[in-house]
């Protein structure tokens, strides 16, 4: 039973719509506060001019924009991807690897989530053999022992629950079954594939704790179950499986699109959909402060409907305390109701503690994306 007792009843003044994200006061600008992220209690502002309309922008809580595929020089380990983005809850790294794995790794800091952006091949792991593709989402519990063999080079976004763990989202009235079924989530199988790599050859295990390494050497590879029971084991489920909430009466909030939940953030899958049709109804993301969390959010494909000029592979950050939403030129197309559908895939990762930038080269943060959303002219 939870022990909050928030300051919060229904109250309103001035001019204001009835329906939050909907039928608002002709030439205004909806702009949303809350508490803890989309979950708590939250006030909708109705402004003459747009929230993101600055004529300069100072200080550390500009917005971020990075080219991730600068960073993806392909490596034999994961642990040789440096994470680009971390806290104490969470870790971010980009890896690309282009051949088979020489030695086993294992995390034992947290959970590890792989998002396959690029490629296809297998994944071995204690629990046996997993086919892996493009737009996959891999979750190994803290302790796995793993390695891939690409049939394509395979570029994945990891994201570490630093000391926590990955589970599912509560779906409420929803039911179970809503957004993807939990029959969907595939287990690996020890199949043939992982039979034959049950060999007696010199393996390496690199364990990684408190960002250290230690190697293990086995003679043998310690890949050798020949069988497990028990409700602790990996899962993968595809974006593609996932059945996205809409309405098309009102634009529902992030929090709608929840695939996984850790300790202190949660990751949200934003999946092609239909865009809402009533008249009144928002058409892109409404106007928002980050007032308790940090947002991060990883492209994988598609265009993304509330920017301008991202491609796959880039990434952004957007501090809390910074009031944004889409972009002058989106929110014109929503406007005019000119998309019928949205066609992008997003992962969206929302910290609740801040989030720290890594030492990145030249060239991997656009610099100049806190003007992006400067009006044209």
């Not at 100072?58 to 917005?63: D, I």
């Not at 519990?141 to 994945?156: C, L, N, V, Y």
């Amino acid at each position: 039973m939870s022990t909050k007792k928030w300051i919060s009843f229904p109250k309103a003044e001035g001019e204001h719509s009835r329906q939050a994200h909907a039928d608002l006061p002709s030439a205004t600008y909806e702009r949303e506060m809350g508490k803890e992220g989309f979950f708590g209690p939250s006030v909708q502002f109705h402004h003459r001019h747009p929230p993101t309309g600055w004529a300069s922008f100072e200080g550390e809580l500009k917005p971020h924009a990075f080219d991730l595929n600068l960073l993806a020089s392909a490596s034999a380990s994961p642990w040789t991807a440096a994470p680009f983005l971390h806290n104490g809850d969470l870790q971010l790294r980009l890896w690309r690897c282009e051949r088979k794995m020489d030695h086993l790794v294992r995390n034992s800091d947290g959970d590890e989530l792989l998002f396959i952006h690029e490629g296809e091949g297998d994944l071995f792991c204690d629990w046996g053999h997993l086919a892996y593709r493009d737009g996959d989402y891999i979750v190994l519990p803290r302790g796995t022992m793993w390695r891939i063999e690409p049939k394509a080079s395979t570029m994945m976004l990891l994201l570490e629950a630093t000391e926590g763990s990955y589970q599912l989202p509560e779906k409420g009235l929803l039911g179970p079954q809503a957004i993807f079924d939990p029959a969907l989530l595939d287990t690996p199988r020890m199949d043939h594939d992982f039979r034959a790599q049950q060999t007696d050859t010199s393996t390496r295990v690199v364990v990684k704790r408190r960002g250290k390494l230690a190697t293990i050497t086995f003679p043998y590879n310690p890949l050798d179950a020949i069988g497990w029971h028990g409700d602790l084991v990996a899962v993968r489920i595809n974006w593609r499986d996932i059945r996205p909430v809409t309405s098309h009466r009102y634009h529902l909030p992030p929090s709608a699109h929840t695939t996984f939940v850790g300790k202190n953030f949660v990751v949200c899958t934003f999946c092609p959909r239909p865009i809402e049709t009533d008249p009144g109804a928002l058409k892109v993301p409404f106007f928002h402060n980050n007032d308790d969390y940090d947002e991060i959010i990883f492209y994988h494909r598609g265009q993304f409907f509330s920017r301008d000029n991202f491609r796959p592979g880039m990434a952004t950050l957007h501090p809390c305390g910074f009031t944004h939403g889409p972009h002058p030129k989106a929110f014109e197309i929503g406007a005019k109701h000119a998309r019928k559908e949205t066609d992008e895939v997003a992962v969206m990762i929302d910290a609740r503690y801040p989030v720290e930038i890594a030492p990145l080269p030249a060239g991997v943060e656009q610099l100049d994306y806190v003007n992006s959303w400067k009006p044209k002219g």
